[in-house]
């Protein structure tokens, strides 16, 4: 039983694993090519994280890469692609800047009342696609990508002046929010970490609690692996892509109240994009696993907060698109590495079913066949029938 403990966490890791060297591999392979160290640039980048105020800079960032992730595990998890988490946060962080600037209530009720309406805005978007998908048979990766479009025309259209947009300068904004709605944060030597931090650590407890601990969580499972066996058991498979579509949305819409609640407190042009894009990288690296993910965010964080300072190295400053090449290469490797580990796991698989048929073949024959066991013998029972279903449990 260790063996098969050992051989399940090797697994696990295997894919992350191979994929980071891999990344880190190739990327050296660029910075030889182009005739510069590949070793300083990653040097310099670990010394940046040493400063507390980059420490803070990159919780604050994974905390938001952190929900969007989650909010693509969701999709992963139930088979599918949502694709439009980047339009579904950005909307309803527009939405919540706009509520926040014209509803003034006491804290202990602003700040639930913007956290309902981002995830509802989320929610609504991302079921626009989920009820395409299950009257009409519309791809939720069509449909996601459309809305990503029709939701930057819709931000487009409501920040104007005439609506609810007000100019700060050369910037478009929803005017600043009430400050009761300000979620406070923690303040350190290096700045101050956003609050909403830890409404995504509590978002990632309960992921792991709702799946693994629910029956809602087994049957969105075995939805995702496979309609046709969950329609057997009872499960409307239908019913859950939708439900899985608008969890999926309402977290998405939670990933910009970090920065909105604990920074910026107004929606503006400047406002962070492609969130929902990084939340698939990171999914993907981190297996939809709510620990592989934090450890996925805090990655992808460190090489956005980091690699700036690649600018400025001395005498000769490197491309901080060195982190970009990264990031990207994680992400084809990683999928080329979980295939691969997972053909090596199911040759394992086979390997050790044989093993335990051959091993149970020559039991049978040491015992010989005239016992009341015996395969020939009136009731007896097959003791290698038993080993493969054993084997096939497993």
């Given at each position: 039983m260790k063996k098969f403990d050992k051989e399940r966490l090797l697994l696990a890791v295997a894919g992350p694993v191979i994929a980071l060297i891999v990344a880190v591999v190739l990327t050296s392979g660029v910075l030889l090519a182009s005739g510069k160290s590949p070793i300083e640039p990653y040097a310099l980048m670990f010394e940046q994280a040493t400063y507390s105020d980059v420490q803070v800079l990159i919780i604050n960032q994974a905390g938001m890469y952190y929900l969007a992730a989650l909010a693509v595990a969701i999709g992963f998890r139930m088979n599918l692609f949502n694709i439009g988490v980047d339009g579904q946060y950005r909307l309803a962080a527009m939405i919540t800047a706009v509520v926040g600037a014209h509803v003034a209530l006491p804290a202990a009720l602003q700040i639930p009342l913007l956290i309902v309406v981002a995830m509802l805005t989320g929610a609504f978007w991302a079921g626009i696609a989920g009820l395409l998908k299950t009257t009409r048979g519309v791809s939720e990766v069509v449909a996601t990508i459309m809305l990503n479009a029709i939701a930057t025309s819709v931000i487009g259209y409501l920040t104007l002046t005439?609506?609810?947009?007000?100019?700060?300068?050369n910037n478009q904004t929803t005017g600043v929010m009430k400050e009761s709605g300000w979620f406070?944060?923690?303040?350190l030597a290096g700045g101050e970490v956003y609050g909403f931090v830890f409404v995504a650590v509590l978002a990632g407890v309960l992921y792991w609690l709702v799946l693994n601990r629910t029956r809602f969580g087994f049957d969105l499972r075995a939805t995702g692996a496979s309609e046709s066996a969950a329609a057997a058991s009872g499960v409307n498979a239908k019913r859950m892509a939708l439900t899985a579509m608008l969890i999926s949305g309402a977290v998405a819409g939670l990933s910009g109240l970090p920065i909105l609640l604990g920074d910026t407190h107004t929606y503006s042009l400047s406002f962070p994009s492609g969130l929902g894009f990084i939340g698939i990288g990171i999914a993907l690296l981190g297996r939809n696993n709510p620990i592989g993910i934090a450890l996925a965010?805090?990655?992808w964080a460190f090489l956005d907060k980091a690699s700036p300072a690649l600018d400025y190295a001395q005498p000769?400053?490197?491309?901080?698109?060195?982190?970009v090449i990264m990031q990207g290469i994680i992400v084809i490797a990683v999928v080329v590495s979980y295939e691969a580990v997972r053909r090596w796991g199911l040759r394992r698989q086979q390997q050790r079913v044989g093993e335990e048929l051959a091993a149970a073949a020559r039991a049978n024959a040491k015992n010989g066949t005239d016992g009341p066991d015996s395969p020939d013998s009136p009731g007896g029972n097959d003791g290698t029938n038993d080993t493969v279903k054993e084997a096939t449990a497993r």
């Open positions: 005439k609506n609810f947009g007000v100019p700060v300068g406070p944060g923690i303040k965010a805090l990655l000769e400053p490197y491309d901080k698109e060195i982190a």
